[in-house]
């Protein structure tokens, strides 16, 4: 890593620290492009240092939303031991997840995507939702097709009595 004097940042990603170490290396022939490589990651340092800081170097599990309405969190890998993922979700339920071999590459990641408004609570709070809920029923439905559990027309047909927006109807006595 560099000296601190060449840098503001608490928390340095390694993309940032690499890239500064070639530009510092970087002959005449390479300077403008090094230049412009520090430029576009200096916006993802920022917002990587602010949410490490934020969390004493920790922010597992705290969720931040992009610009687009989507969010992320950063956990520990159930499925692979000793490494991390994001996982990303919206109103509707869990869209994906990344894994990565560290917490640093992970959060470094979160906020190259745009994940950096942090809003605590949201999984929690969106969780309970009608459109959450959908989806989840969505999302049940596809694995019973991928798993071959069911066909296409059954989740075709599956698939829009759950998102049906007509008004259930109740029977009058």
Do not use: C
């Not at 687009?68 to 159930?78: E, H, M």
């Not at 942090?118 to 309970?128: D, N, Q, T, V, Y």
Request: no cysteine.
């Amino acid at each position: 890593m560099l000296p601190e004097t060449i840098h503001p940042f608490k928390y340095v990603s390694s993309a940032y620290d690499n890239a500064m170490q070639l530009l510092h290396k970087a002959g005449p022939d390479w300077v403008d492009i090094a230049v412009e490589g520090a430029k576009v990651l200096l916006p993802k340092q920022i917002a990587y240092d602010a949410i490490m800081t934020a969390h004493n170097g920790d922010p597992t599990g705290v969720e931040h939303h992009n610009h687009k309405g989507r969010y992320g969190f950063v956990l520990a890998d159930a499925s692979i031991p000793g490494k991390h993922r994001i996982q990303l979700f919206d109103q509707h339920g869990f869209i994906s997840h990344e894994t990565y071999d560290t917490l640093e590459e992970a959060v470094f990641e979160m906020a190259s995507q745009g994940y950096t408004q942090e809003e605590i609570g949201a999984l929690s709070r969106l969780s309970k939702t009608a459109s959450w809920q959908k989806g989840m029923q969505v999302q049940g439905l596809m694995q019973q097709y991928n798993a071959g559990e069911i066909t296409y027309r059954e989740l075709d047909v599956a698939i829009a009595a759950a998102t049906s927006t007509k008004p259930e109807q109740t029977d009058v006595q």
